[in-house]
């Protein structure tokens, strides 16, 4: 489970994120909604321990961040907007690498790795060196090491982003097996038919705040909009990104 509970945060004089309370549960896909400059990045870079906020508090299952920022990694899997992949690594010995990062057996990653490379369709790019890589190879491979050591909390920003549309089905029948496996899903996206598709709950966050959290459903009847993309607008108050 991942809690935020009056997360505060400036930059300068800037505030960024401004008493943001959510949380993400078990055995759900929650939906992190924003547009561009809302927020939504600063509080997953507190999330993930990139960032300490100025007030309040971010747990994962119970650990807090900011006291054992170690410890809520190990709990997590992270794939962030930014790749960060080694040229000269295939995408094998990148999965690999982050598993033992993770204090993983050479057993455990030969498995987990066999096991992503045949889930995330990467067969043909296994044995093949980063550099190179198309948009779509880079995504797979960040969201195979994300997942590698098999934690129970997932943070994904974007995680379809650049991917074609067989590997997008790909993608989120892996998400709905972690949610069947009762795993903790934060997915942050702008693609409204994926958020649509895969979540149950969405937290959409305008001007540093939370300005919804609840179902789909709910937020249909709450803004009187069946459309989701126009129900997004209503709520955050700005023209969708």
């Known amino acids: 489970m991942i809690r935020v509970a009056d997360l ?8 960024a994120v401004d008493g943001v309370s959510f949380t993400a549960r078990d055995g759900a896909i929650t939906g992190l909604l924003g547009h561009n400059g809302a927020g939504k990045s600063t509080t997953l870079r507190v999330l993930y321990g990139l960032l ?8 994962i299952d119970n650990v807090d961040v900011a006291q054992d920022p170690r410890q809520a990694q190990r709990l997590t899997g992270v794939m962030t907007d930014a790749h960060g992949l080694y040229p000269r690594l295939t995408a094998r010995e990148h999965i690999a690498y982050f598993g033992e990062l ?4 050479r057993q455990m990653i030969v498995q987990r790795t066999g096991w992503l490379l045949e889930a995330l369709n990467m067969e043909s790019i296994a044995d ?15 969201l195979a090491r994300a997942l590698v050591h098999d934690p129970q909390n997932h943070i994904l920003d974007e995680p379809t982003n650049g ?5 997008i089905r790909s993608v989120r029948a892996l998400l ?5 496996a009762n795993k903790c899903i934060l997915l942050s996206s702008h693609v409204m038919q994926e958020i649509s598709t895969l979540c149950d709950e969405v937290v959409i966050v305008a ?5 919804f959290h609840g179902t789909l459903e709910t937020l249909r009847q709450q803004t009187g909009n ?3 993309e126009d129900a997004f607008v209503n709520v955050g108050g700005v023209e969708a990104c």
């Open 128 to 142: 093949r060196r980063a550099e190179g890589f198309s948009q779509g190879e880079r995504m797979k491979v960040c």
């Open 8 to 15: 505060v945060k400036h930059f300068g004089t800037v505030r």
């Open 207 to 211: 001007g540093g705040k939370v300005r």
């Open 176 to 180: 709905q097996q972690l949610r069947a």
């Open 52 to 59: 300490k906020a100025g007030h309040g508090s971010a747990h």
């Open 163 to 167: 991917l074609d549309v067989m590997t």
């Open 102 to 105: 993770r204090g993983m057996t």
């Open 226 to 228: 069946a459309n989701l």
